[in-house]
């Protein structure tokens, strides 16, 4: 199976900074790369897929981009509602395979 | 509005059954692709297992292979996991999501809890 690993798993911004998360895939997975916002007691959110594809009900500060074994979501300028754990996930193959996570926390 | 709706979950000895049951709403079930993604306590968010639209095509994450069955009643809008043989590693809240690629919906899960 293809193997997510994600960079850093924790990583402390203070709010209005920028924030940088990774995630590299054992082997290529084209652009078939989704990443999803987690907020404790809630549903995880599906925010950018296609690597760099950002879904329409988060503002334009996060952003996407890579391909094939190397992606990176960005937050331009970190909001309260921001901080979360955010997961990436191919769909490239069977069976599909998330990382383990990076938590953004408030410095 | 996508609704899905998990319910089953409880508490279980290991070696035990349990099934849970997504209800769908909001969109026409038949023609999607459903899975099950779970996460245990502390832990990250772990695929379980994928049922495509007719039922044709299924998928199944190694740690849940042989001891897990994936199955839908199209006419009653409804996703199933069958789950046996439990174990304690089985503990979480299961998640109920929609999509064959990226996952755009979610129910808000139930919880598993496999324990003597």
């Known amino acids: 199976e293809v193997v997510m690993t994600q960079s850093p798993a924790i990583l402390s911004v203070s709010p209005g900074e920028r924030a940088t998360l990774s995630c590299r895939a054992s082997?290529?997975?084209?652009?078939?790369l989704a990443w999803y916002q987690h907020k404790p007691g809630q549903a995880p959110r599906l925010l950018i897929s296609?690597?760099?594809t950002r879904a329409t009900a988060f503002p334009a500060r996060f952003s996407g981009s890579g391909s094939g074994t190397e992606f990176t979501l960005t937050i331009s300028s970190l909001q309260s509602e921001d901080f979360a754990v955010y997961y990436c996930?191919?769909?490239?193959?069977?069976?599909?395979?998330f990382g383990q996570g990076t938590k953004v926390e408030i410095k | 509005e996508v609704q899905l709706v998990e319910s089953g979950g409880g508490l279980v000895q290991p070696g035990g059954s349990l099934r849970l049951s997504c209800a769908a709403s909001?969109?026409?079930?038949?023609?999607?692709?459903m899975n099950w993604v779970r996460q245990a306590p502390g832990k990250g968010l772990e695929y379980v297992s994928t049922?495509?639209?007719?039922?044709?095509?299924?998928y199944y994450a190694d740690s849940v292979k042989g001891r897990f069955t994936i199955s839908r009643d199209n006419s009653k809008n409804t996703l199933y996991l069958q789950m046996s043989s439990l174990r304690a590693e089985d503990t979480a809240v299961y998640y109920c999501?929609?999509?064959?690629?990226?996952?755009?919906?979610w129910g808000q899960g139930t919880l598993v809890t496999v324990s003597s």
């Open positions: 049922i495509g639209s007719n039922g044709g095509t299924i």
């Open positions: 082997q290529s997975v084209s652009s078939n």
């Open positions: 996930q191919q769909y490239n193959n069977w069976p599909r395979t």
């Open positions: 909001g969109f026409s079930f038949s023609n999607y692709t």
């Open positions: 296609g690597a760099s």
């Open positions: 999501v929609k999509g064959r690629w990226e996952l755009p919906a």
